[in-house]
């Protein structure tokens, strides 16, 4: 008898253990996984997280002023009168309230309005971008997400912007002002025309491939708000830079959980293909070269900065050491599900980071 019991006990402590390993199992397969890269986080898939994005979307509506078109659709017959306004509309962000009192800003406008290169860029403007629905689309279904990670943050007013293509400028494509408790962001539409189209001719290929419209919500994103939510602090060493560089990344994945990695990280099928290849060998040659903790700026650009490719390494795309850093925070954060995306941001410690993700990849050349 005692044994019967004994043996019921084992049998239900192995259906116990079993639907235990199941339910862990559950739970794994719906974290997100980085093994392959192109796998995405369908948060939105389970019901309960659902509800609470459905909830979040309700709560507010995204807003882009076409300031482009408020310039574009100047009367150049009454030009003073129009510029007073657009101060009313636009003041502090674009143009001084009173700029309509200088006889000089008045002149500049008009040079403006009719420089036949100008003219000729809002017609190819207007072509590619008669609306900007599709963006609001983008720009609500992120920021739905944005306010599932970082409840209370500042929702950002919009603005469309034509100002002329300059190459030596260095001019950020979207750029962020914050003013109290408004924060805008500025969308230089002339800079997302499509990576043919010619008025990107004497730039390189590295950097026409991300003047396309398909990067305006991302770029949103990575290159503003996730600024809300950096340390504010200098990176020093490699290292750190290639953490902050991953963290970005993360970052602006989540906020897209259905867009490719390929436009997540703006490169192309075949620079991924090689980065998801040789990663290993490039964290290898740092480790055995001693530059993972280096300071040396030029090392840091190299690994860091948009580039045709990461030096010294043959056929790499650029921005190697920004894709091993978010290789690196992907790993962290599957070892440690209990990290929220707000505190993976708030962290300064890069070595620990490392120390905890179990990143060690091989050599594969």
Known sequence: MKKRKLLILISIAG???????????????????????????????????????????????????????DVKNLDLNHLQEGLKKLGQNYSGLFI???????????????????DSYIVELYKEVDKQYPSLDFLQT????????????FPGSKIPTFYSFVGGIDPESNMKLVWGQESGEQLSIILHLDWYLG???????ILPQYIRYQCDKRFLAIDCFRNVLVQEHL????????LDNMIDAGKVIYFTEMMFPEQPMVDIFGYTEEELTWAKQHHGDVWNYLIEN???????????????????ETKPFKGSPGRMGQFIGWMIVCKYMENHPET??????????????????????????
């Open 96 to 114: 001084d309230a009173d700029t309509w009192t200088y006889p000089e800003a008045v002149q500049q406008m008009y040079n403006f309005l009719t």
């Open 231 to 238: 340390p504010n602090r200098e990176p020093i060493t490699l």
């Open 290 to 308: 001693d530059q993972v903790f280096s300071k040396d700026s030029k090392i840091i650009r190299y690994l860091i900065d948009v580039a045709p």
């Open 340 to 365: 929220s995306l707000e505190e993976l941001m708030n962290m300064t410690d890069a070595k620990a980071v490392l120390n905890s993700s179990g990143y060690k990849p091989q050599k594969q050349s």
């Open 15 to 69: 259906v116990l253990i079993g639907t235990a390993f199941l339910v862990v199992h559950f739970l794994l397969a719906k974290k997100p996984k980085h093994d392959d890269l192109n796998q995405r986080k369908f948060i939105a898939e389970q019901k309960d997280t659902k509800s609470q994005l459905d909830s979040i979307a309700s709560t507010f509506d995204v807003r882009i002023c076409r300031y482009d078109q």
């Open 195 to 201: 990576k043919d189209n010619p008025y990107y001719g």
């Open 138 to 149: 983008e720009l609500k279904q992120a920021l739905t997400y944005y306010l599932y990670y």
